[in-house]
């Protein structure tokens, strides 16, 4: 008896030995396609409320950038005693306004004190011996004076002598050896009182000569007193310039060191405001650039005095000064907010400042799609910047909307899916 077989349907003749092949095939095919269809971007979900999303316009852009700096005097000069000693008193106190030569702080040094009272010991000394040695001089002087008389007078005498002798000795009234005693002695004498004026001349020619060195001694004693008084005055540190006083270190009687610092002086006929600027902006700042500040509801010119080469921390200092009125009641120490001038203003494509730029350095950002649904990461570049926007130079077109705060929980998705 035959038995009749029933016809499978459905799933069942889908899954008929001589179907899997199709089947499977079939499944195969499936999947090829969806992995060609399937878009291979990475997606987040992310609340819409919680993010800053922009314009892009096309507008004026102002090139500046916005500073904050600290007001300084124009010119500080350092405190700093010349002779080393201990603090006395303390004659003007930091605030005090002085003038050049106002003594600031009064030292004592027992040491110098001991130098001045030797020196002029010295002093006194050899000012004895030059006056004992000018007596001494004249003294000599007035012997050798006198001796030199005598010698005249015996010379005369002799001379006078050996005269008549000669007359007498040629008319044969006086004996040879006679005649020859008076020559002889009238010549002794002759030779005698020029040896003694010899003598008169070499003693005066030293003695001249020991004088004047022990007035070149007394002169550079002198000197060395008028110095060492000096550093007596030295003990009264004094004011460099007319100005206030700043940063006083010193106590009573403490022992400060020559050409250690104490203090400043601070000029204050003029002000500068000092600034720190980001690297990023080295190659274009220069002296003479203009910048404003706003102060006590006025702006105020201002001009870039200097700007120093040395980079620190990612930033450079410059300083500032009032190119015409300063603000009044301006003191050291204020904090200024500056607006630096940098180029002319002109048209660009901008988009506000975020802190997506922390994350991105200006190299890429999302953009959302029309239907407001979507934003997109794309690849941008950023040239300049102000304290308020970016200039865009590729990447975006005027009317589009961009997501400018910050990216730090978004990681390195392409598409984020904003959620209402």
């Known amino acids: 008896m035959d038995i009749k077989l029933e016809k499978k349907t459905g799933w069942k003749a889908l899954l008929q030995k001589k179907n899997i092949p199709y089947a499977v095939a079939a499944v195969f095919m499936i999947l090829v396609i969806s992995l060609l269809l399937r878009d291979n971007s990475s997606t987040l979900r992310v609340d819409a409320n919680i993010l800053t999303i922009a314009p892009v316009e096309q507008t004026e852009f102002n090139d500046y950038v916005r500073l904050s700096g600290t007001v300084k005097p124009i010119t500080t000069v350092q405190i700093s005693p010349m002779e080393s ?10 605030g005090t306004m002085v003038r050049k030569g106002d003594v600031i702080v009064e030292l004592s040094n027992n040491n110098l004190s001991m130098q001045i009272l030797n020196s002029e010991a010295d002093l006194a000394e050899k000012q004895n011996i ?33 005269e008549n002798n000669d007359v007498l000795y040629k008319k044969q009234l006086l004996a040879r050896e006679v ?56 003990l009264l540190v004094k004011a460099p310039i007319d ?25 204050m006929s003029a002000f500068k405001v000092s600034t720190q600027i980001d690297e990023h ?18 702006q105020f010119d201002m001009v870039i005095r200097k700007v120093y080469p040395e980079v620190s921390g990612g930033q450079f200092r410059a300083d500032f000064t009032f190119a015409g009125e300063i603000p009044e009641n301006i003191r050291i120490g204020q904090t200024y907010h500056i607006n630096l ?10 988009i506000p400042r975020g802190a997506f730029y922390q994350t991105t350095g200006g190299g890429w950002i999302y953009v959302v799609d029309p239907s ?14 102000n304290p308020q926007h970016y200039e865009v130079l590729e990447g975006l077109e005027p009317g589009e909307k961009v997501i400018t705060s910050s990216y730090e929980n978004f990681g390195s998705h392409d598409v984020l899916i904003l959620k209402r």
């Open 85 to 94: 000693g201990v603090v006395e008193r303390i004659v003007a106190e930091e």
């Open 130 to 162: 030059l006056r004992n040695t000018l007596i001494q001089m004249e003294q000599t002087r007035l012997n050798l004076r006198q001796e030199q008389m005598q010698l005249d007078m015996d010379v005369a005498r002799k001379r006078r002598a050996f």
């Open 179 to 234: 005649w020859l005693q008076s020559k002889e002695d009238y010549e002794y004498s002759t030779k005698r009182r020029q040896l003694i004026m010899e003598r008169q001349m070499q003693d005066s020619l030293y003695r001249t000569n020991q004088v004047k060195q022990m007035e070149s001694d007394l002169q550079s004693m002198a000197r060395n007193m008028q110095l060492i008084r000096q550093r007596v005055d030295n």
């Open 243 to 267: 100005g206030e006083v700043g940063a006083l270190s010193v106590v009573l009687g403490r022992n400060v060191g020559s050409g250690s610092g104490i203090g400043q002086i601070n000029d």
């Open 281 to 298: 902006y080295i190659d274009r700042i220069v002296v003479g650039l203009p910048a404003t500040i706003e102060r006590q509801e006025r």
């Open 341 to 350: 001038q940098l180029g002319e203003a002109s048209e660009a494509v901008i």
């Open 372 to 385: 407001g649904e979507k934003a997109y990461r794309r690849d941008i570049r950023i040239g300049r910047q």
